[in-house]
């Protein structure tokens, strides 16, 4: 992809006379991908295998399995955080996997957001700064509109009253609902996230579920990885990993609160169905 290509992407223009997937609203899509790692010992090890995945633009799905299943391998390849050893990656209909490392990073910070189990904050910056830093670092955009923005949001993930403190200064789950606003302060067209509740406990977990939920009603995509069940439940779609292959996808509809018991259910059984 060239350089006009990029920039049309992170404008949101359609690029014109760019090889494309037909796509629809699929926001993005991924092709046969393989991984593969030459391990020390000569051997190689499959972590990917020949999967296809379709995100459209609103869902909020989640990718379910064992430990070692290939989970986080398969989102750091759709979000060029990684390169998969064959197949496509494609962002809103453009090819991305191809793209070298310095237009993937122009592309990560513009257009993805980031949650990952740990916060990590910029331990010197204060929560404001940190979330600050990531709008200045991703575009032209105004240094006081960021900053409005920032408190907004800040305030918006319930931690305003901690936003000139230290990370240091600043419990797990507040760190956490930090990190979420440092993820979307770019209006990103899709929300990665890894285990965004592994550390925390069950009272911030459910916090930053809530947060999710809520970005994902005002139409925020969300791709997102998790061991928890309580987690998954928030999401359209649960996509089941096994030995890096996609065994299956239970589909979930919209989140309503007063479902959750039955969701957790349906959802255990499917799970127990996989073999989890
Ligand atoms: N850099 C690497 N080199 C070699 N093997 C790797 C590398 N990174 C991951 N793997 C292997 O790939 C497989 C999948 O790893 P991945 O981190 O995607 O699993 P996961 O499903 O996210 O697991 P968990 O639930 O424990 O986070 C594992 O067997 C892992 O050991
Ligand atoms: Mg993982």
């Known amino acids: 992809m060239n350089e006009s290509a990029v920039n049309n992407l992170v404008t949101h223009q359609q690029p014109a006379n ?17 991984k593969q790692y030459r391990q020390s010992t000569e051997q190689t090890g499959i972590v990917l295998h020949d999967i296809d995945i379709d995100v459209h633009a609103g869902d909020f799905t989640v990718i379910m399995g064992a430990s070692g299943a290939g989970k986080s391998t398969l989102l750091y390849v759709l979000s060029g955080m990684d390169q998969p050893t064959s197949g496509e990656v494609y962002y809103q209909g ?12 122009q592309l990560r910070a513009k257009e993805f957001g980031f949650v990952f189990q740990q916060p990590n904050l910029i331990g010197n910056l204060t929560l404001l700064e940190n979330v600050c830093l990531a709008g200045y670092v991703a575009a032209d955009r105004d240094g006081g509109e960021v900053r409005t923005e920032a408190e ?4 918006r993930m319930h931690v ?18 930090a990190a979420i606003a440092r993820a979307v302060i770019n209006h990103p ?7 965004p509740t592994g550390a925390l406990n069950r009272r911030n977990s459910d916090d930053v579920l809530d947060l999710l939920s ?5 139409g ?3 791709l997102m990885v998790t061991h ?8 359209n779609r649960v996509l089941y990993v096994r030995d890096g292959e996609l065994l299956g996808e239970f589909p979930l509809g919209v989140y309503r609160p007063d479902d959750a018991k039955a969701r957790e259910i349906s959802l255990t059984a499917w799970l127990s169905d996989m073999g989890w």
């Open 228 to 235: 928890d069940v309580r987690a998954a439940i928030r999401s």
């Open 220 to 222: 925020q995509s969300i």
């Open 94 to 105: 453009a090819r991305i996997d191809t793209l070298g490392e310095r237009r993937m990073a």
């Open 152 to 155: 907004r949001l800040l305030e």
């Open 189 to 195: 067209g899709m929300l990665f996230a890894d285990e």
């Open 160 to 177: 305003a009253h901690a936003a000139h403190r230290l990370p240091s200064e600043v419990s797990g789950g507040e760190a956490q609902r």
């Open 18 to 34: 760019e090889p494309t997937q037909h796509t629809d609203n699929v926001v993005l899509q991924g092709r046969a991908l393989n």
């Open 214 to 218: 809520e970005l994902n009603r005002n």
